[in-house]
Structure formats: C-alpha cells, structure tokens
C-alpha cells in the first residue's frame, strides 16, 4: 500500500490534527506527517505538530492584503513538500479556486455535522437550535463550495435533551477523532468518485 504523506491545515486546537499524527505513531496508519500549516499565528496545533516532529510552518492571513495572496503564498510553502493528500484539520477558512487548481494532490475536510446538514460555522450550534436528535460528524472530498464536496465517511452521534453546544461538540469530536484515521485509512485502500458518491475502488 502507497505511503500516505499527508499535508494538514489547521486554525486552531489541533485535536484532529494531533488525532492523525498519533495514528501514525501508533501505525494506524501507514503514513507520514510532512507539514502543518496554519494562518494563525495563535493556533496551537503548530505547536503539537512539532511535538511530533513534523514541521510546523504559519502562513498569516492577516499578513496578506487579500485571501488570493494569502492562498497563493499557501500554495508556495505546501509546493515546497512531497505530499500525496492535503487534510484540513479544523481549518477554518473556505479554499478559493485558484488554491485548489494549484494543489498538487486530493484535499479531505472534517466537518461536525453529517453534511449536507448544517455547513459553515457552528455546525454543532446550528444542530441544536434545529432540534435534530441525531448529529454527527462528516469526512469529505473538498471542492470549491461551501463543506460540499463528495461524502468519505461519516458518523451519527445521538443529540441528548440537556445537551449544550459544548456537550454536544465533545460528543462529536471524539468521533471525529477515530472518523478521520477511517476515512484516509479507506482514501488509502483506494477509492472511485461517481458523481456526488463515493465508493472503495473494484479489487484487481
Ligand atoms: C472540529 O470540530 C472540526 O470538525 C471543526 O472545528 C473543530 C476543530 O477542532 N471544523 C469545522 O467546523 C470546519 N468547518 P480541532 O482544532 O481540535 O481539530
């Protein structure tokens, strides 16, 4: 099986993040870390990447006078690397077009919701106000849309009658957790994208 060399992109936290490096330390997943890249020069995650040795690298966006020329100086540090899937790992900004034509390889995404329910921010506060008494959390293909592209994975978490936007956040990221490790060891096996659906590609 090819080796994975993930690339991740993250805000904030981390804890997704630090949930694929440890898979991979542990062997999980046969993989490697090749960098963390951030727009936030507070997001913890560059400094649990380097924990693992991974190289931590900020892209502030408030550095750049627009979100192309942040994107493009993105692109530029993520082209320095050989890496075969980009994963955003709480990555709190939507990719714009000209990111992903110059990405060199597929980008996965986390989302805690199970899409198309409940895009964009505060997926877990948008499920609560609705009254769903089933939440989730979703990997998917990204495309140029808003937590849109093709479903990878996903997993039901059940809503509970005094759950609060921090119970019911808990509740889904430690799904999350083990969500994203199954997701690219599937990615990894191999897959076959048909319209909107996602699929394990035929054995030989
Ligand atoms: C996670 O719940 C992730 O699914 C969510 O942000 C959190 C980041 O936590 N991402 C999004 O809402 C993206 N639309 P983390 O930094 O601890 O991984």
Partial sequence: MQLLKIAILASGRGSNAKAILESIKTGALHAEGVVLLSDNPEAEALLMAQDY????????????????AYE????????HFDYNVVCLAGYMRVLGEGFLLGVKAPVLNIHPSLLPSFPGLHAQRQALDYGVKVAGCTVHLVDAGLDSGPILLQRAVPVLD????????ARILKEEHQLYTEALQRFQAGITIQGRTVKASAKE
Avoid: F, M
Wanted: net charge negative; hydrophobic share 40%; glycine share 4%.
């Fill in 72 to 79: 493009a100086a993105l692109l530029t540090e993520l082209n």
């Fill in 162 to 169: 005094d759950d609060t936007e921090a119970t019911l956040s």
């Fill in 53 to 68: 040795g991974v190289p931590a690298i900020l892209v502030n966006r408030k550095a750049h006078p627009s979100r192309e």
